[in-house]
């Protein structure tokens, strides 16, 4: 169990509690690899703007981890802003395109297939920018998230046993059902991998709670007017590119309202993902009804699974490499590493020319470096830096260039 900055004692009986209250509430784990995987990474973050700092009963961070575990609220509703800045230099929209399509669903893919509301492309949009989001829950069979967008929106609806993706901008629904035949979930239902609420956030950093982490209890906050506490944890290691995570915790429901990232490089935060609005009230059972607008094209997940290219990487590309994928490292310092299998690095010429020009124009934004390993470029961004090696290996993680390198030259 991680040391937990306190001046309180605690028993052996408390410390086991506290170890199944953690694994209660990391329900995600945190990937460390890639850019199509940064979007779980910064799942770390959010800043706390504070509207007043209340007088509330003291806690320890081990008694605020416990009810964030122990919050058990099956009814709520509200608004949600998120913002992410990872740093990245502005391509026009084509980090976007680039998410969406290496997340394998099949509205991203250029070949037409699949559904523009299937939400395994969709909600990659979150890793960048700025979102608002609509969300409302009413127990484990009824959720429902709205992505609002300039005179747009995009909802995904649970309720009961079918799952519903509508996007009025292009009028496309995508439809799937909870379970298949064998009462077991079907293959082809969409699971929200991309953290969309505070507590989506939460559990991720919970996750991330171990020796080499230090918890303390960092005041009170007022968050979409309601009381909270604030958790930070911060790295004991050296070599991450994280700074802290602030959760801003109900103090009456245990509820994580705000969740702040800050990069170890100083700033603002890398994503700022907080309720603007919030009840705990029960939604009114009509805001999970749906049914397709007249004239909206409607894809079943089965439909969409039998497109060529749904959710499976081309034969010998990078997604294929990820079969491979080791951990390295430990703690805040762990890097995935993998084989892509293609000897040559960045895309370096071809027939056309087209890949040789998108080689040198990847290159043009990362850093050249050499060690024992051999060269390879890094590419960064404020919280998850990546090398991929002129032999074609892929070391990333949320830790500097220099450990990057360091775990390049350890692998030979």
Not at 23 to 39: C, D, F, N, S, T
Not at 168 to 192: I, M
Not at 271 to 277: L, M, N, Q, R
């Amino acid at each position: 169990m991680a040391p937990i900055d306190s001046d309180d004692n605690r028993t052996a009986g408390e410390g086991e509690e506290l170890r199944a209250g953690r694994r209660k509430a990391a329900r995600y784990v945190v990937p460390v690899a890639v850019m199509g995987v940064a979007a779980a990474t910064i799942g770390l973050v959010p800043a706390l703007a504070d509207s007043g700092d209340p007088d509330l009963p003291k806690v320890t961070a081990e008694q605020l981890i416990e009810k964030i575990a122990k919050s058990d609220v099956q009814q709520m509703s509200g608004t949600v802003r998120i913002n992410t800045d990872l740093g990245l230099p502005d391509l026009g929209g084509l980090e976007s395109g680039l998410m969406s399509g290496m997340s394998g669903g099949p509205g991203a893919g250029g070949d037409g297939e699949g559904s523009a509301a299937d939400p395994s492309a969709k909600l990659t949009e979150l890793v960048s920018g700025s979102h608002t989001l609509r969300v409302a829950a009413d127990g484990p069979d009824r959720q429902k998230l709205s992505l609002l967008e300039n005179a747009a929106e995009y909802s995904l609806i649970h309720n009961g046993d079918d799952v519903w993706g509508y996007d009025s901008k292009s009028n496309e629904v995508y439809h799937s059902t909870t379970s298949g035949s064998d009462g077991r979930p079907e293959k082809d239902v969409p699971e929200k991998d991309v953290p969309a609420t505070p507590k989506d956030f939460a559990d991720q950093a919970l996750k991330a709670v171990d020796d080499t982490t230090s918890v303390t209890v960092g005041g009170t906050a007022q968050v979409a007017g309601r009381d909270a506490y604030r958790l930070v944890v911060e790295p004991k290691q050296d070599g991450s590119t994280v700074g802290a995570i602030t959760v801003a915790v109900d103090a009456e429901t245990g509820t994580p309202l705000k969740f702040t990232l800050t990069p170890a490089s100083g700033g603002a935060a890398v994503v700022d993902v907080g309720f603007t609005k919030v009840s705990f009230a029960k939604p009114d059972a009509s805001t999970f009804d749906f049914t397709p607008p007249e004239g909206a094209k409607v894809t079943e997940a089965d439909e969409s699974a039998k497109a060529p290219e749904h959710g499976r990487p081309a034969e010998g590309g990078l997604a294929e490499g990820l079969d491979g994928l080791e951990v390295v490292g430990e703690g805040w310092n762990a890097i995935a590493t993998f084989d892509t299998g293609a000897g040559g690095g960045l895309p370096t010429a071809s027939p056309d020319g087209d890949l040789g020009a998108l080689g040198g124009f990847l290159g043009s934004f990362g850093d050249q470096v050499k060690g024992d390993f051999g060269s390879g470029t890094v590419f960064k961004t404020r919280l998850v830096n990546a090398l991929i090696t002129d032999d074609g290996k892929v070391y990333a993680g949320a830790v500097t260039k220099d450990a990057l390198v360091k775990a390049a030259d350890a692998a030979q």
